[in-house]
């Protein structure tokens, strides 16, 4: 892929053209935020301008480094399963947080995958491309090749759901990764003091990734994994803290959703809400 970005480049020097200005992010208060080459992998990442060695890429080379990417993840997904690359190599659960496509999700559920795909019950399976990822914070928001028709809103004061009664929507793997989104029931810790905070329930593999909701529907967190128990099962998973959420939303470009907690709903209600932006992210090998 680099070969691929190299050679694009070159076109453009001998035709003699000028690349349009690279794409800059300006955020109040925050770092330019442009769009910048990683080499080590030949994909597209936001960083602070200051943090690209290559200098910031045009918008026209971003979309074309990503448009090849997805014609190559498209050949690797649509191969045979039986062998070599095209092979399901893992199985998580993330959030649509924008209506371009953007869903969130932790880094190491994409870290080292050939590609990735969303699924979005009733609405097939699509390609995504990381847009952004931390993996100290363990976060990752990817693009996916479909937009989401509504998506999930932040809590504005996550604080008023310190140790109360939330829950965790998402993929867990219970036997084999569920087709459908379910919604597990959890005891929330403190989400504004801390990167994590602690949650009180069974999270499984394939939770990672989901996000955690107040009682209102809202995003107070979203899940990084579980303490692990000798029989295999959890009663203790762990969250990342919405402030790394939205902070690497903000570097990615996206602009979250906020909302004031409101009446507490049933879990049948939020269930039936967030099935419509919870995907299930698929690493492919």
Not at 229 to 251: E, F, Q, Y
């Amino acid at each position: 892929m680099r070969g691929l970005a190299a050679f694009g480049f070159v076109c453009l020097v001998l035709a003699g053209c000028a690349a349009p200005a690279p794409e800059r992010v300006a955020l109040a208060g925050r770092p330019e935020v442009v769009p910048c080459m990683d080499p080590t992998r030949g994909t597209v990442s936001r960083v602070p301008a200051d943090a690209c060695p290559g200098g910031p890429l045009s918008a026209a080379e971003a979309e074309g480094i990503e448009a090849r990417r997805a014609q190559v993840a498209r050949a690797i997904v649509a191969a045979p399963r039986s062998a070599g690359p095209g092979r399901l190599a893992g199985v998580g659960s993330g959030f649509a947080v924008g209506p371009g496509g953007e869903v969130m999700t932790n880094h190491h559920v994409i870290d080292g995958c050939a590609a990735l795909t969303v699924f979005a019950p009733g609405r097939g399976r699509h390609v995504a491309l990381a847009l952004a990822s931390d993996a100290e914070a363990d976060l990752a928001v990817l693009r996916a090749g479909t937009r989401a028709e509504t998506w999930a809103r932040f809590s504005a004061a996550p604080g008023r759901a310190r140790s109360l009664h939330g829950a965790v929507v998402g993929f867990p793997a219970i036997g084999a990764p569920t087709v459908l989104a379910t919604l597990t029931a959890v005891h929330a810790g403190d989400p504004t003091q801390a990167p994590v905070f602690p949650l009180g329930g069974p999270i499984r593999h394939g939770h990672s990734g989901s996000p955690v909701l107040d009682q209102s529907g809202l995003v107070i967190g979203v899940v990084r994994g579980r303490i692990d128990r000798a029989d295999g099962g959890s009663d203790v998973g762990i969250a990342v803290a919405p402030a790394a959420a939205m902070d690497l939303l903000a570097r990615a470009g996206v602009k979250a959703d906020r909302a004031e907690p409101g009446d507490p709903a049933g879990d049948d209600v939020l269930l039936a809400e967030a099935r419509r932006w919870t995907w299930r992210v698929e690493c492919w090998r």
